[in-house]
């Protein structure tokens, strides 16, 4: 068994020249890092930010945790320059260098003075275990705040110069606060924006979603839900303007093709009305509805409309346009069902004396022209049809009456005696 001290058994020559060779390489890694850190862009901002909530309370600590980073890392420069001044004192170290050496490479020989007057002690791997701890977590924070200010910042910045440009052209056309929500929806996002990008700048960490099972430092994004949510509102702020560009551009033609839909509408419910007329002199024994006037509430807006074209009230204008367009269709529908209910009666009677005149056509065709039989009842029902007022429903039965005896006389032999009995 070989010569131990406290630290565990004596490094030989060898040894303790392979030990100083790595850790003068950890010395020169964890230098590059802390000085990485020291200039790092997230760093400095947050020095010089007047921070405020979660940031402020953890950069607090952070700035501590640092602090106490470059304490270790000095107390660790100083036992390793201790340990290669005492290796470099002769070629071949003596069993009392070994041992020192032993004893500083391996032992817990390096004292780091504590807070509140405390001192603590570390091997040199202990040491270097906490300074990858409290450099992981102090870049950590730094990297976070950092990504939350490159990302959302900027990106505030150009949602709120195209807030500014559709705020011009919302009150180019009419689109305020007060007259219009798409002009309160304005309102609102630019206090929302305003509000974001001050607490974005002030508190970063709190815009900060951390990665689940992420350990690496800024494992994680920054939290864009309102930026995003603000940036949808005024997209649809943008598409109700541009509605109203468009009302502006053509609102002229829209109000003329109004105006003819309506007037089209008015002729139709006026030729109802004159058939109505017509249908209850010339059809008896019929129900004929009654035909309504024109709305006259729908020629008011439509004059409303044209004032505020006028006045180049365009907000006010597209959504009247919208309902005035709806209503006018529904109108010129409604007029036109009205004509084709009171021309029922009209249709029915004209249909009959189509049929009639199609049997007599076919009658003919079959040499049975100057049938007595068929005459009579050809001529009874057409008086009927031809006569005012005209009884439809008499006058359909006469028809069929004429229709079924044509069929049996074309059908078969017609005997005199079977028509006598046919008479009915």
Known sequence: MGVTDPAGPVMDRDEVDRALARLGQEHEAIETSLLALQDHAGR?????????????????????????????????????????????RRRW?????????????????????????????????????????????????VVAADAVWSALPARIDLLAAELQRTRKLAHSVGVRPGEHPAGDDLERITRTLTKLRKDVVCDPLAFWVRAEGSSAPGGGRPDTTVYDREARALEDVRREIDAVLTVRQDAEARL??????????????????????????????????????PPTVLQEQLAAAAEYRRQAQWHRLSPLLESLEEKAEDELLRARDSLTAVTAPLAVRAELRGRLDAYKAKVARHGLAEDPFLTERYDAARRMLWSAPCDLRVAEQAVLRYQRLAADLIGGPGAPEDREGDQS
């Open 44 to 88: 400095r901002l947050l020095e010089g930010a007047e921070l405020t909530g979660v940031t402020a309370e953890r950069w607090q600590a952070t700035e501590d945790r640092i602090t106490r980073l470059w304490a270790y890392f000095d107390a660790y420069t100083a036992a390793l320059r201790a340990a290669r001044e005492i290796r470099s």
């Open 93 to 141: 170290s003596s069993r009392e260098d070994l041992v020192e050496l032993t004893g500083l490479l391996r032992g817990e020989g390096v004292t780091v003075a504590g807070e509140s007057r405390l001192s603590e002690t570390f091997s040199l791997a202990a040491l270097v275990d906490r300074m990858n701890e409290l450099y992981a977590t102090s870049l950590d924070l």
């Open 256 to 293: 003329i093709r109004l105006r003819d839909v309506l007037l089209r509408a008015d002729r139709t419910l006026a030729e109802a009305r004159t058939a109505r007329g017509e249908v209850l002199a010339k059809i008896a024994a019929t129900e004929v509805p009654v035909v309504s006037g």
